[in-house]
């Protein structure tokens, strides 16, 4: 069975870019996950979705970041414009529903350097 | 403020070593507390603890959640240089909100 896929991996951008990291879940798996880690860090959720609707985007950065999950199941965020402090790995994960925590799956992650 | 802290921050051991990660939190509404290991990529699951005082086990790792103290470990015998990781906690709330703590980064030397 494949795994969660994201691209790209490594992505070297300027302040105020803009910026699209891309991810394909399990294939079945209904709820869909980006979060944001930092050196050091946990990750931290940014936005949850089921199917195609986000159900809690509460610590999105609504003024820079926006994301989708047009056909319920690739997703996309995006960074517009891009700061410093938004180098970090953005992670996604995918699990066959919200209430099956234990079999969240993530992706490999991509690391975003803003310079 | 839900949060979760995890202590120490990091520990080196030698191979062979039994070591016991801990693991606090503060979340409204708890559901149940997730471990993960977490080595170059991404995390990856250990075990999910929702009932206290039962212990989970696979293989040499352990954990066990103890909801009066707000608290979990995670333990590992005979520790090998490939339990050499991120370990993170994270506590769970009951609309399935996330809080994980900062991780413990463990080194284990041969």
């Known amino acids: 069975e494949a795994g969660v896929v994201q691209s790209p991996r490594y992505k070297i951008i300027e302040k105020k870019q803009p910026v699209a990291f891309w991810c394909n879940p399990i294939?079945?798996?209904?709820?869909l996950y980006w979060y944001r880690q930092n050196l050091g860090q946990g990750p931290e959720l940014l936005i949850r979705y089921e199917n195609e609707e986000a159900v809690d985007d509460s610590q999105l950065p609504k003024d820079r970041f926006s994301a989708e999950r047009l056909k319920g199941v690739d997703s996309t965020l995006k960074i517009q414009p891009a700061e410093l402090g938004d180098s970090a790995v953005y992670l996604c994960a995918s699990s066959l529903s919200w209430d099956r925590v234990d079999e969240q799956y993530f992706g490999p992650g991509t690391r975003l350097t803003v310079t | 403020e839900d949060k979760v802290v995890q202590s120490p921050l990091s520990l080196v051991v030698h191979e062979g070593d039994t070591v016991t990660l801990n693991c606090s939190y503060e979340?409204?509404?708890?559901?149940?507390l997730l471990w993960y290991k977490q080595e170059k990529k991404a995390p990856t699951f250990l075990f999910m603890l929702t009932s206290s005082g039962i212990e989970k086990k696979s293989g040499r790792l352990s954990s066990i959640l103890d909801k009066k103290e707000l608290s979990s470990i995670l333990n590992i015998t005979a520790t090998q240089t490939g339990d050499s990781a991120i370990y993170l906690c994270a506590g769970i709330a009951s609309g399935n909100q996330f809080y994980f703590g900062t991780g413990t980064s463990l080194t284990v030397i041969p």
């Open positions: 979340v409204t509404n708890f559901r149940s």
């Open positions: 294939s079945g798996h209904n709820t």
